[in-house]
């Protein structure tokens, strides 16, 4: 089914570049967005490659079996992966730094699976749109068919991927509605703050399925300093770029990490049966730093929304990922519908469609 939503701004207001979230106003994203571009155009390439996971690491058979999980050899590689690297995979035993813990704060409510109907308290912003639904509805409705298409298509041993993991609602329906290891990628520290709060609170057995990479993802090793005026992103709606001049607090400072995805995972032997992604309009940078690990993708949620692909040079997300998936408007009974490929000709500045790409058998 095609989603148009006529006002998309409500819809984007909960999310964020990259998965930076939550009532960061559309200007701000822009700059930010702008900010990040140049960064990748200039100064800040760190590749080291020697670092990165490649295809004769892939040798036990925790790793062939797809086993991601604390314990597992694939996990400590993923971890050591940050060695030498300024970010750091989260540590569930310490998850937290003295300063995160002396800088943010957030709410607690409670998560309800759309699924399982199983629930667990969730630490949320104080005003922002999935903080709100989260607080009113117990979930964040756009997570709901993902454990659907889980169970639908992948093997026990597959990886969903969640590249824009915002606060955790989608992490929270497929930790408490499925047994998928799960990697995720979010750079927001306010947002990574609220997702280590509330997976502290899971048991262990939740923890160990969950790789949290505190990186957003792009074409190219780069870094950016981001500013908030409060420290609190529900009340304060700003998130401004780094440029000479700038009147804001050192306190309220971030540096925010962005990889490439193929720098962090590699394609041989390892099988990705869900991604979702979002990343308000940098999704073509995302898919152009995938390399070849799009080739080991069944199937990816994710939207086309015009204003903020546009707004990011992003003309051709449809046409990139046509390279290795068929693009369909709807699942439903276990079945994509709405094959498409002219979703790009027909957009306009007022559509936000959700769309699903399913690897190309050929
Ligand atoms: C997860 O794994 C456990 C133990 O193997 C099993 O009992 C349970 O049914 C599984 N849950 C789902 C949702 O697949
Ligand atoms: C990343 O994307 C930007 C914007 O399209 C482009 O200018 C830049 O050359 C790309 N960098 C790499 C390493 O591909
Ligand atoms: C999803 O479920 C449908 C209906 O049960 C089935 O026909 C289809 O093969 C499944 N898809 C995958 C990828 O397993």
Redesign the pocket.
Known sequence: MVVVRPNSSSKRNGRGILGFASGINAKSYIILGLTMVLFSFSCCYIYIYNLHINSHHFTTSDEAAGNWRRGSSLFHRLEGMSNGFSWKVIDWQHPFSADEESRFTCTWTHFQSFLSRESAPMCVHDDDAVSNSIKGNKRWSDCDILPVLWN??SAESYVYVEIGANIGSCLMEMLLSTNASIIAFEPHPMNLYNIKKTVSLLGESYQDRLTLFPLGLGNASATSTIYSATGNMGNSGKVISDHPGQVFDQKNQFTVHVERLDSILAASKMKIGLMKMDAQGFECRIVEGMGDVAEIIDVMKFEYAYPWLHSHGCFDLVSLLMKNFDIYTGFH???FSGLTNDIEVSANTNTVFDLFASKRNS
């Open positions: 639908n298509g009974d276990g079945v």
